[in-house]
T-cell receptor
Framework: DAKTTQPTSMDCAEGRAANLPCNHSTISGNEYVYWYRQIHSQGPQYIIHGLKNNETNEMASLIITEDRKSSTLILPHATLRDTAVYYCISQAVDKIIFGKGTRLHILP | EPEVTQTPSHQVTQMGQEVILRCVPISNHLYFYWYRQILGQKVEFLVSFYNNEISEKSEIFDDQFSVERPDGSNFTLKIRSTKLEDSAMYFC?????????????FGPGTRLTVL
């Protein structure tokens, strides 16, 4: 089973920042936090990952709490194309164990 | 930008038939994976493959499944005798490295329909 918990769904207005929370209270020291998303019927897409520092790339920012028990994915200016299921994953090994993720709806 | 490709995009087969799903991973990647997603359900790990052998497999990956890297570019998933419950989207993925920093790149999937 997935070791993270996420809200089932969230709404965000187009153009606003989407903040997706994730709880990974049992994360161990060598596990990274990864975020992937799946746009309807497509293959999952990598977004960002981090170990303990905050990270930013062209798609998103990842804020990890100091105790590493939770994190937030931030999409700074959400567009309709960001409508997808977002998966938060903590892992140290090869296989990805997907949970149910957060279904993010971007509202026009 | 390099990407993982999969063929066919949709495969329809009769129960009991063999199917082979094909994937071309990104060329400098060393780790390869298959996942499946039954309609409306979670993405599930099937198998990982490195250095020409299976490194890990899930309970789903029973004797009816096999994987192969027949040449330097293709990575295949074979289902010997398909069952109705094998109907799903099958995703191939690849990554440069394994443990730890392990960004996986997924293909667009093959939709398998077993009649």
């Amino acid at each position: 089973d997935a070791k993270t918990t996420q809200p089932t769904s969230m709404d965000c207005a187009e153009g606003r920042a989407a903040n997706l929370p994730c709880n990974h209270s049992t994360i161990s020291g060598n596990e990274y936090v990864y975020w992937y998303r799946q746009i309807h019927s497509q293959g999952p897409q990598y977004i960002i990952h981090g170990l303990k520092n905050n990270e930013t790339n062209e798609m998103a920012s990842l804020i990890i709490t100091e105790d590493r028990k939770s994190s937030t994915l931030i999409l700074p200016h959400a567009t309709l194309r960001d409508t997808a299921v977002y998966y938060c994953i903590s892992q140290a090994v090869d296989k990805i164990i997907f949970g149910k993720g957060t279904r993010l709806h971007i509202l026009p | 930008e390099p990407e993982v490709t999969q063929t066919p995009s949709h495969q329809v087969t009769q129960m009991g038939q063999e199917v082979i799903l094909r994937c071309v991973p990104i060329s400098n990647h060393l780790y390869f994976y298959w996942y499946r997603q039954i309609l409306g359900q979670k993405v599930e790990f099937l198998v990982s493959f490195y250095n020409n052998e299976i490194s890990e497999k899930s309970e789903i990956f029973d004797d009816q499944f096999s994987v192969e890297r027949p040449d330097g570019s293709n990575f295949t998933l074979k289902i010997r005798s398909t069952k109705l419950e094998d109907s799903a989207m099958y995703f191939c993925a690849s990554s440069k490295t394994g443990t730890g920093y392990n960004e996986q790149f997924f293909g667009p999937g093959t939709r398998l329909t077993v009649l």
